[in-house]
């Protein structure tokens, strides 16, 4: 007997219930179709997770501030323990190790993202030309005897000749980069340092729901919760996302490095965070509508600016091709001025005559831990501007501020 690949109108017909109408055949091929060529959406995977309702039959979850747990059987407590039971069934033993209110921000996180497992932090280490370049670049080294290696991820030679098999563990990146907006080719990038048995590890911070790391074949993805997913600058938190195995090992009672460190979220931050994840989706929208909006009006005005919606980013298409572009392309614009004088003159005015926005490290410092040479290497010019978009106010308000405060700069 032979073995011969089913035909696509087979497929078809095992998908249809017998005597199916014609609209019924149009819609189900619409939606092979969509499934064929749509990855899923972060929105509706989200959707999709498992609810929680309250302890006594609330809409939604109970916050579980507890920070130790009881057990009925004193022998429960030694199969705790022993791995035997755990949080997955329900077995809670201790507030630094699982808590049911912060497991369950994490299942939401992992949906976003498409990894199996989520663990969510008081705090995490972020931004690749800032703090992480630091972590990475000074720490690590001095206090951990681990050594980095910085390579310019556009460069995917430079990458493969970077990664040594059997020695190089991770593969360390940004999908949106802070502060120059360039968009990394994460399916490549993974299948380069899959080849060598390196794991890789993305920082989506910048481009939740715009791109999924993890469904391009990323590892592990990490983000700072503190910014786009929380959306208030009134949180500091981080999450990683990745298989259960990992956030097992990383959370294990005897040897977990998350347990034994002890970055804990309070259980009423994870509760606050969960109840913006349901409209992360709509303001994101608003974020990229409104960076597309100015990015392109500021460079019809001659400035220079990067973002990866406009057609002249270097990246622009790859973006198209690998992220959710009903989201759009990020809300954050790169504003390049002549000088450094310049840059600071801009922000002034932006801030306080015009009241455009506020000058604050709200995404993260990115340039004052690198060197002049560090900064030159890593695109950052002297009067580049990162500028978080937002949607107070009107668009239109807004605008008018921006183009105020240029006219003031001309006077």
Request: aromatic share 8%; hydrophobic share 40%.
């Amino acid at each position: 007997m032979t073995n011969t690949k089913p035909s696509i109108a087979d497929v078809f017909r095992k998908a249809l219930p017998a005597r199916s109408s014609h609209d019924q055949i149009i819609a189900k091929f619409q939606s092979l179709i969509h499934q064929a060529t749509h990855p899923v959406d972060p929105a509706e995977a989200m959707a999709k997770a498992r609810h929680e309702f309250g302890e006594h039959g609330g809409v939604n979850m109970s916050i579980e501030v507890s920070s130790t747990f009881t057990v009925m059987k004193p022998e429960t407590m030694r199969r705790m323990f022993d791995g035997e039971l755990g949080p997955d069934h329900d077995f809670f033993i201790y507030g630094r190790h699982f808590n049911p209110t912060i497991m369950n921000l994490g299942r939401l996180i992992a949906a976003l993202e498409g990894t199996e497992s989520a663990y969510i932090l008081h705090r995490l280490r972020h931004t690749l030309y800032g703090g992480t370049h630091a972590l990475l670049g000074e720490f690590f080294p001095k206090k951990c005897n681990v050594t980095t290696t910085f390579v310019d991820i556009r460069d995917h030679d430079m990458v493969r000749k970077a990664l040594e098999e059997g020695k190089t563990k991770v593969l360390y990146f940004e999908s949106m980069s802070n502060p120059t907006l360039t968009i990394a080719n994460v399916p490549e990038l993974c299948k380069i340092a899959h080849d060598k048995g390196v794991m890789v590890v993305v920082d989506n911070t910048f481009a939740p729901m715009i791109l999924s790391p993890a469904r391009l074949g990323a590892d592990v993805v990490v983000h700072s919760i503190t910014k786009f997913i929380s959306g208030g600058a009134d949180i500091i938190a981080g999450a990683v996302c990745g298989p259960a195995s990992l956030i097992k090992s990383m959370m294990d009672l005897h040897q977990g490095s998350m347990l034994l460190l002890g970055p804990t979220m309070a259980p009423t931050i994870a509760f606050e965070i969960m109840e913006r994840l349901p409209h992360l989706g709509l303001r994101m929208k608003e974020h990229c509508h409104r960076a597309m909006v100015y990015a392109t009006r500021m460079r019809n005005l001659g400035l220079k600016v990067i973002y990866p919606g406009l057609d002249d980013h270097p990246e622009h298409a790859l973006i198209n091709s690998t992220g959710y572009n009903e989201y759009g392309y990020g809300g954050l614009i790169a504003l390049v001025m002549e000088t450094e004088e310049k840059a600071n003159r801009l922000m002034n005015l932006l801030q306080n005559y015009t009241k455009f926005g506020l000058m604050a490290v709200s995404l993260g410092s990115t340039s004052s831990e690198l060197n002049e040479e560090e900064k030159e290497l890593a695109g950052i010019s002297p009067g580049l501007i990162r500028m978080s978009v937002g949607y107070n106010g009107t668009l239109e308000q807004k605008w008018s501020q921006f183009e105020k405060e240029l006219s003031m700069m001309k006077a």
